[in-house]
């Protein structure tokens, strides 16, 4: 399995991807709002873009769906349930599917609402696994619920799903937003030495060339995984002086996202 990250360059700093088959050339653009430059590095490559996937209904990850396709003849996969609100989806897809991309490429579908309730993220069926993750999981953060998602159902993927995924686990998601999660991470966390360094690292970096996180590492640095630090937990208390004297997961998931809303 081949990826390319590609970077918009937008305001909204989103990333798409192609996903390729080594061994034939096709390849699967997810997101592509940036049809023009998924297109060029697909020409590049010399590879075929055969589908396009998109995560969930939002603007910013359908908005190039109908330039790639006019191009590509690409078949579009989506949520089963996004067919009302993505034009054109000629397969719905449910947890549990497998997409495959050429000959070696094959991934598995997550149900994984929150950020909306028709959201999709792919687990690569590779000796390395690889998690393409839309806007459910960014690095150092999660996705927000205002558009169409909910919280405690995002609560439920977290926990459910991506938390017993495995450490090596590669994330790419749908935005690049490290720097900001990351600082919110040391705001709700201030001892924690290892996002500290890793914000010295990557406040400049190059988004051409991110760096590509794991979800070991997410554990470490994503306050959305650290829902048993006593230090998150006490500066939660600061927030919300009424919360329990030993919180459960999901209350402090549910108040950190409301604060992250609004931080």
């Known amino acids: 399995m081949i990826v390319e990250q590609v970077w918009t360059a ?3 700093r989103n990333f798409n991807y192609l996903v390729a088959c080594p061994e034939t050339g096709e390849a699967m653009a ?3 709002l940036d049809h023009e430059k998924c297109l060029a590095r697909a020409r590049e490559n010399g590879w075929q873009i055969t589908q396009v996937l998109n995560t969930h209904e939002h603007f910013d990850h ?22 009302d609100a993505i034009p054109g989806v000629d397969r719905g897809l449910q947890a549990g599917d497998v997409i495959k991309i050429g000959n070696s490429v094959e991934l598995e579908v997550l149900d994984t609402p929150g950020h909306t309730m028709s959201h999709v993220c792919l687990l ?15 690095n150092a953060g999660a996705g927000n619920c205002h558009n169409g998602g909910h919280p405690e159902e995002l609560y439920a993927t977290f926990a459910g799903q991506l938390a017993q995924l495995a450490d090596d686990t590669l ?3 749908g935005h690049d937003y490290m720097t900001n999660n990351l600082e919110f991470t040391l705001d709700r966390e201030p001892d924690n030495e290892q996002a500290g360094d890793l914000l010295s ?4 970096q190059n988004p051409d060339a991110a760096l590509v996180s794991t ?7 994503n306050t959305f995984f650290r829902l048993h630090s006593p230090t998150v937990i006490a500066r939660l208390r600061d927030a ?22 609004s931080w």
């Not at 690292?201 to 400049?204: E, G, L, S």
């Not at 979800?215 to 640095?221: A, M, T």
């Not at 004297?245 to 604060?259: C, G, H, I, N, S």
């Open 124 to 138: 690569s069926r590779t000796e390395k696994p690889a998690l393409f993750c839309g806007d459910t999981l960014f």
């Open 62 to 83: 359908i908005g190039g769906n109908d330039a790639v396709i006019a191009a590509t003849g690409a078949t579009l996969l989506a949520h089963a349930n996004a067919k």
């Open 30 to 32: 997810i997101d592509p």
């Open 171 to 173: 994330i790419y998601p």
């Open 215 to 221: 979800l070991g590492l997410e554990k470490k640095i």
């Open 201 to 204: 690292k990557v406040r400049d």
């Open 10 to 12: 937008n305001a909204f």
């Open 240 to 261: 919300y002086p009424d919360l329990p004297e030993q919180p459960d997961a999901r209350t402090v998931f549910l108040k950190l996202r409301e604060l992250r809303n």
